[in-house]
């Protein structure tokens, strides 16, 4: 065998091995996620597709067979929903992420008094993911019904497709405030955290992920790795496990 016989072999043997992996993830984890992928794609030489959108809108297009390998979730709701269709590889879900809500505003706010928010808006509006059906506005309504203020606010609430496209509201000062996970804010520098709302006003934030076929169990993996903990903790993820 000669020389460029064995490299031409060991060209096409390692584009052999090369996978592509498309993961539909919860637009919140946009920034992190790419880091991580980016990281995963340098180690191992397979590709990586991110699909980012609210959670419920990639939930419903899994149900309906969309080709995805992996789908990180922003709630447990909606990945139980894809589990009871029995469509994620079984012993690979694993709770990984935590997150905070944070109430932003585009330019320095004081708001000692969360109570207060109501007559601080005035006949502005407040941005949040859909409250029904987004996980992050299904926490912000929770927080605003613990906190006794839904329905003052409810008439000004402007809801939006995912929560990312609730921190754009803020950021564009077409909303006055807006509530959003505190590693969007982070994300944004346009937006500035006018106050972190306690976690006992809602369910506990959790981002699970999964397996959908075989071949996204290796990146689930490398999810759970220290390298890519260490990198969600950068952008303000708190994760569940232990690196």
Not at 70 to 77: K, L, M, T
Not at 132 to 137: H, Q, Y
Not at 168 to 191: C, H, K, P, S, W
Not at 192 to 203: F, I, K, R, S, W
Request: charged share 15%.
């Amino acid at each position: 065998m000669t020389l460029r016989t064995v490299v031409l072999w060991c060209f096409l043997s390692g584009a052999a091995m090369a996978e592509t992996v498309t993961v539909f993830a919860a637009a919140s984890l946009r920034g992190a996620l790419d880091e991580v992928a980016a990281a995963y794609e340098d180690q191992t030489g397979h590709d990586v597709i991110l699909s980012y959108a609210g959670t419920s809108a990639l939930a419903r297009q899994i149900g309906f067979g969309a080709p995805a390998d992996v789908f990180f979730s922003a709630n447990p709701g909606w990945m139980d929903v894809v589990a009871r269709d029995g469509l994620i590889v079984e012993g690979s879900r694993v709770d990984l992420l935590g997150n905070r809500l944070a109430l932003v505003a585009a330019g320095p706010v004081v708001l000692d008094d969360l109570t207060l928010l109501p007559q601080r808006l005035g006949d502005g509006r407040l941005a949040i993911a859909l409250v029904e059906a987004v996980p992050a506005g299904i926490y912000g309504k929770a927080a605003l019904q613990s906190l006794g203020l839904w329905d003052d606010l409810s008439a000004r609430v402007v809801q939006t497709d995912n929560v990312r496209a609730a921190l754009a509201l803020v950021a564009l000062q077409e909303a006055a405030f807006g509530i959003v996970y505190a590693t969007d804010a982070q994300a944004d520098d346009r937006v500035q955290v006018v106050a972190l709302l306690p976690d006992t006003l809602h369910p506990p934030i959790l981002y699970p992920v999964a397996a959908l076929t075989e071949a996204g169990t290796g990146f689930v993996d490398f999810l759970a790795s220290p390298q890519a903990l260490a990198l969600f903790a950068d952008h303000g993820f708190l994760p569940r496990i232990a690196p």
